[in-house]
């Protein structure tokens, strides 16, 4: 079990922590208005500093499974970002969420109880993460809030995800 919560960490941080800290945010654009909470759409300023907040995790993700013993456990790593509303994301609160989605493939033959029991305690992590790297680190690319991160653990021979915690700013 001592293995699994250190490679729960090392993921968490590995991918979040390495991740460059000095990439500016896009350029902003006249023709987009502020976004705001209660906004459908998000302003191409809030699209632009989302992508490149996700471009960084990316090339996080690349390295982390390059130069860790993660591609002991996982298959694959993968970055995703989307604008969801609240109401999806119940219980947030309502507005329209910055999401940064990690997807975590585990290799075919990982024992899925272990699995189980390292993303259950991983929770108080992933909470302290989003606080002091995540949200910070999108925060000042110009991701404005609401913000959320999804981490969805998939088993490889699975269609539907094993588990999935996330974290926001609205909570």
């Known amino acids: 079990m001592k293995r699994v919560w250190g490679i729960t960490t090392v993921a968490l941080l590995a991918l ?58 996982y298959s694959k790593v993968g970055v995703e970002w989307k604008f969801e509303t609240g109401e999806k994301w119940n219980p947030l609160s309502e507005g329209l969420h910055a999401v940064v989605l990690f997807e975590y493939t585990y290799l075919p033959d990982y024992d899925l109880s272990t699995a189980h029991r390292s993303i259950d305690a991983s929770k108080a ?8 790297g995540i949200f910070p680190r999108m925060r000042a690319l110009g991701v404005d809030p609401p913000l959320a991160a999804k981490f969805t653990y998939h088993a490889a021979d699975r269609i539907l995800p094993i588990d999935t915690l996330w974290c926001s700013t609205s909570r």
């Open 16 to 73: 979040t922590g390495c991740a460059p800290t000095t990439t500016t945010a896009p350029a902003a654009t006249r023709s987009a208005p502020a976004s705001s909470p209660s906004a459908t759409e998000p302003s191409q300023e809030r699209v632009d500093a989302l992508r490149a907040y996700v471009k960084s995790e990316r090339a996080a993700a690349s390295k982390m499974l390059a130069t860790t013993n993660m591609d002991d456990v």
């Open 125 to 132: 992590q992933i909470d302290e993460l989003c606080e002091t």
